[in-house]
């Protein structure tokens, strides 16, 4: 398998019709049983190279060898670009993109053509790139292993998942976008009724099967911002699936 050099690579491919692209970056060195795969979904109006920016998660893929993959969302212009997560957000959610489907299609073509750990693939995302990662969580389970959502709560539960999928998700209680609390946020502009960030842990909690009750424990602080950071974690579920969410308390979208 002949591969690009190290770094950035834009890709495209045809789905529903639409030419759709994704920003592949490649760590240095594949290990013997192919590279992890990160995909992360860009937040509503923004853009994959603003979220390889956004997140540093190129950066962290040179340290740790995986593929960080960028997908791209679309909307009427490039300052609109959404995904469909299901209940939320913009235009891909009024003209009901297939945003699964796009995402099963990426991880098609990248074993086409890097050495990919298809037992390691993982989702992330910033806001509505955060509930695209928990659509593919329920709706790709069988290619999706773990998820990890900022600032994004699932847009539709129940959960029919086939399968456990761990989570670790993170939010601010002063998001005035996607509220921590759930409901309408003050500045969000598709003014969705947003579930909470404890809804959505607490509806894969109970599907995974982990334990009703928790471990939290307060961080140590690491920056002077002014937040205080709290993880709790549910365990004892299925496959040894468990369920994590960090609240930062005095942060906002972000």
């Known amino acids: 398998m002949s591969l690009p050099p190290p770094g950035k690579h834009w890709r495209s491919l045809e789905w529903e019709g639409r030419q759709r692209e994704y920003l592949v970056h490649l760590p240095a060195s594949a290990p013997p049983q192919g590279w992890p795969v990160v995909l992360a979904y860009h937040g509503s109006a923004s853009s994959a190279a603003h979220m390889v920016e956004f997140s540093g998660l190129d950066e962290v893929s040179d340290e740790r060898g995986f593929l960080a993959v960028f997908p791209q969302g679309l909307g009427p212009d ?8 299901g209940g939320c957000c913009g235009w891909a959610y009024r003209e009901n993109l297939d945003d699964v489907g796009f995402s099963a299609a990426i991880l098609d073509a ?3 053509e890097f050495p990919i750990d298809r037992s390691r693939v993982y989702a ?3 806001s509505n790139g955060g509930m695209m990662a928990y659509r593919l969580a329920d709706e790709l ?6 998820i990890a959502p900022v600032a994004g709560p699932m847009s539709r539960p129940p959960v029919h998942a086939k399968r456990a999928v761990p989570v670790c998700h993170f939010h601010g209680t002063l998001d005035e976008y996607a509220p921590y609390a759930g409901g309408v946020g003050p500045r969000s502009s598709s003014k969705t009724d947003f579930h909470s960030a404890e809804a959505s842990v607490e509806a ?3 599907h995974n099967g982990c334990d009703p009750a928790y471990h939290e424990e307060m961080l140590p602080p690491i920056a002077d911002d002014g937040t205080v950071v709290t993880r ?15 609240t930062i308390d005095g942060m906002g979208h972000t």
């Open 78 to 85: 490039r300052l609109r670009r959404t995904w469909n997560a």
């Open 110 to 112: 990248l074993a086409q």
């Open 124 to 126: 992330t995302g910033m």
């Open 141 to 146: 389970s069988d290619r999706i292993a773990a």
């Open 204 to 206: 894969w909690r109970q």
């Open 232 to 246: 709790r974690r549910w365990t004892g579920g299925r496959d040894g699936a468990e369920v994590v969410l960090y």
